[in-house]
């Protein structure tokens, strides 16, 4: 058995008046979303590079560029989803994700169950192999200004090694 592990970190800046989609729901409570090129989720951008790195398949910005249209917008489930077509394709399986969301506002405790029953079916693992957790940056910094949030995000895969 082949066992690699991989890291993801995403970072994107908050501005009133966008949505806020985060663990591929939208948090209704949110006075500030986050700016990007697709939806801006970035937590699902972490899972999704630490997965491809997991992978050796290089980062989200690689396989789904910023300069592509066909991205403009995107739903970051879409794009977690062709994460895990690349996977399959290797024989990858996930052993376990673990994530950490740091942000001010809004508080996250109360979405995380949402956040994990919608993320593990894309991922094919159980809900309980998916970890997220959340912290606030105690007021430092740009997160502690209210002005970003950030996500990291550590999974483990493996594949059957053929002799």
Known sequence: MKIR?????????????KEFWLGGIKIANAKKGAVGHSDAD???????DALLGAAGKRDIGFNFPDTSSEFKGIDSKILLARV?????????????IDCTLVL???KI???????????????????????IKAT???????????????AYAVALISSKVQS
């Open 136 to 150: 606030t940056n105690e007021k430092m910094g740009f997160i502690g200004r209210e002005e970003g949030v950030c």
């Open 104 to 106: 001010e506002n809004p």
């Open 84 to 96: 895990m077509d690349l996977l399959k394709k290797e024989n990858y399986t996930i052993g376990n």
């Open 5 to 17: 592990v991989g890291f993801g970190f995403d970072v994107h800046q908050l501005q009133e008046g």
């Open 109 to 131: 405790n109360p979405h995380i169950d949402t956040m994990k029953l919608t993320l593990a079916p894309i991922m094919d693992i159980e809900v309980s192999d998916l970890g």
């Open 42 to 48: 970035v937590l699902i951008h972490a899972i999704c």
